[in-house]
């Protein structure tokens, strides 16, 4: 009889604490539209990290781009000589500027003699700086960075030294919501005295 009896208690603990272990239908679906919501939500912020990640990359791509490209002309510049009638430029003077329908088209005679024209150019779906150094010429922007506008002024400074103001317009070729802008200036005057 005690057996019997004990039998019966395991049974109903057994019995009871299977009963605890359901879950109801109701309390399923809360559980999964919580776990969805979370999930979701996670998702939605992850894709705007990504986002952002994607944004800052474009933006130093630009600025590196524009930062190499002022580097090179600023040496460049700084170094031109009086051209004597060379390179489409008038004797007595350093520098010619073109305006273009492309934008402007900046000649001078560099410190080795030759003639150096900056320019942008259209290759592809991308608007590019071009120099061209006597008869070697070569872009020195990426492809994946577009040149919107290049413009120089020209004006002459105290004892006639040439000053040159350039104001570029880019932008990273990317997907249109990670499209990253930059519009920079800044002078530069030759080292060249008459």
């Not at 004990?6 to 559980?31: D, M």
């Amino acid at each position: 009889m005690v057996i019997i009896k004990s039998f019966k208690k395991i049974n109903k603990i057994f019995i009871g604490s299977r009963k605890t272990l359901a879950f109801s239908l109701i309390e399923v679906i809360v559980s999964v539209s919580i776990f969805s919501v979370i999930i979701l939500s996670m998702t939605g912020i992850f894709k705007m990290v990504i986002d952002g990640q994607r944004g800052a990359i474009a933006t130093q791509n630009v600025q590196e781009s524009l930062k190499y490209f002022l580097e090179v002309i600023n040496k460049e510049i700084r170094m031109a000589v009086d051209s004597e009638g060379f390179c489409e430029v008038a004797s007595g003077d350093v520098f010619n500027l073109v305006q273009t329908q492309d934008g402007d088209v900046l000649y001078f005679k560099n410190f080795y003699g030759e003639c150096v024209v900056y320019a942008t150019e259209t290759e592809g779906e991308s608007k590019r700086f071009k120099i061209s150094r006597g008869a070697n010429s070569g872009y020195i922007s990426p492809k994946q960075i577009n040149i919107d506008e290049l413009n120089f002024v020209l004006s002459s400074g105290i004892n006639s030294q040439n000053l040159i103001t350039i104001n570029i317009k880019a932008r990273a070729l990317n997907a249109p919501n990670t499209e990253a802008a930059m519009t920079l200036q800044t002078s530069l005057s030759s080292r060249y005295y008459k």
